[in-house]
C-alpha cells in the first residue's frame, strides 16, 4: 500500500483518540475556571473573577492540550503563544456576554449561576479550540504515530 495513504488512514484512526482526550482536558479546564471562579467570585467582582479564572484555566489547559493530546507534534512557539493570547481574550469576551446576557434575565443572579453561564460559553469555545490546535498550532511531524496510552 502507498507510505501517503498508510499515513492518512492512521490520522483518520487517530483523530477520534484526540477528541476524546482534548475533550477530557476540556471537561477539566471547565471545572477548573468553574471553581475558581467561585472562589475569586467571593472577593471580586464578577468581571474581576471572570478574567482571573479564565488567565489561570487558559494557562493550565494550553499545556494540558499540549503534552497531553498533541505530544507527537512540534510545538510552535509563537503559534502557541498567539493560540493561547486568542483563546483567553475569546473566552473573556464570551463569558463577559454570557454573565451580561445572565443580567439581562436574572437581575440578581447567584455566583453559582454565572458560574454556569461562562461553563456553558466555554463548551462553544472547546469546539473551535480543537480546530486550531489540530490544525494551525501543532504540526504533525512526518512519520510520528499517535499513542493515546
Not at 31 to 50: E, K, P, Q, W
Not at 89 to 107: D, H, I, M
Amino acid at each position: 500500500m502507498d507510505t501517503t495513504a498508510v499515513r492518512a488512514q492512521r490520522r483518520q484512526r487517530r483523530l477520534p483518540a484526540r477528541a476524546v482526550l482534548f475533550t477530557a482536558v476540556g471537561v477539566g479546564a471547565t471545572l477548573f475556571n468553574a471553581v475558581c471562579y467561585l472562589l475569586l467570585r467571593i472577593a471580586l467582582s464578577a468581571g474581576a473573577a471572570n478574567v482571573l479564572a479564565l488567565l489561570l484555566s487558559t494557562a493550565a489547559s494550553s499545556a494540558a492540550q499540549r503534552f497531553l493530546v498533541f505530544p507527537d507534534r512540534r510545538t510552535r512557539t509563537l503559534r502557541m503563544h498567539l493560540q493561547t493570547a486568542g483563546v483567553f481574550a475569546y473566552y473573556c469576551a464570551s463569558n463577559s456576554l454570557a454573565l451580561w446576557a445572565l443580567g439581562v434575565f436574572v437581575p440578581r443572579p447567584s455566583s453559582a449561576a454565572e458560574a454556569v453561564a461562562v461553563s456553558v460559553a466555554s463548551v462553544f469555545g472547546g469546539i473551535s479550540r480543537f480546530a486550531v490546535l489540530s490544525t494551525w498550532v501543532f504540526r504533525r511531524e512526518p512519520g510520528s504515530s499517535f499513542d493515546p496510552a
